[in-house]
């Protein structure tokens, strides 16, 4: 069964970190690039950020320098380490196939994340 599980979201205060993981069922993980999402209230979902199963990475430009994305290919997760963050960056963030790597998943619940200023 496919699935997608988002956690580590929570409010934290302009400047603050958080570290987001996501749980995927291998049928979703193995060997593709994997992404992370947001959608910000009356936004549509944009990507963030993405790393092959490789490793590589690429980020949006909005976060270039304050979030780090990797990957354990052991335990089919996906990580999103959030530095600096911005009252900007609040919204619901999801990990999925990236763009162009498959077939994207059923979309998880996803996980709130709150900056205030």
């Known amino acids: 069964q496919e699935q997608l599980v988002e956690s580590g979201g929570g409010l934290v205060q302009a400047g603050g970190s958080l570290t987001l993981s996501c749980a995927a069922s291998r049928s979703i993980f193995s060997l593709k690039v994997m992404g992370w999402y947001r959608q910000a209230p009356g936004k549509q979902r944009e990507l963030v950020a993405a790393i092959t199963w490789t490793g590589n990475t690429d980020y949006a430009d909005f976060v270039k320098g304050r979030f780090t994305i990797s990957r354990d290919n052991a335990k089919n997760t996906v990580y999103l380490q959030m530095n600096s963050l911005k009252p900007e960056d609040t919204a619901v963030y999801y990990c999925?196939?990236?763009?162009?790597?498959?077939?994207?998943?059923?979309w998880g619940q996803g996980t709130q994340v709150t900056v205030s200023s």
């Open positions: 999925n196939v990236a763009p162009g790597s498959g077939k994207i998943g059923a």
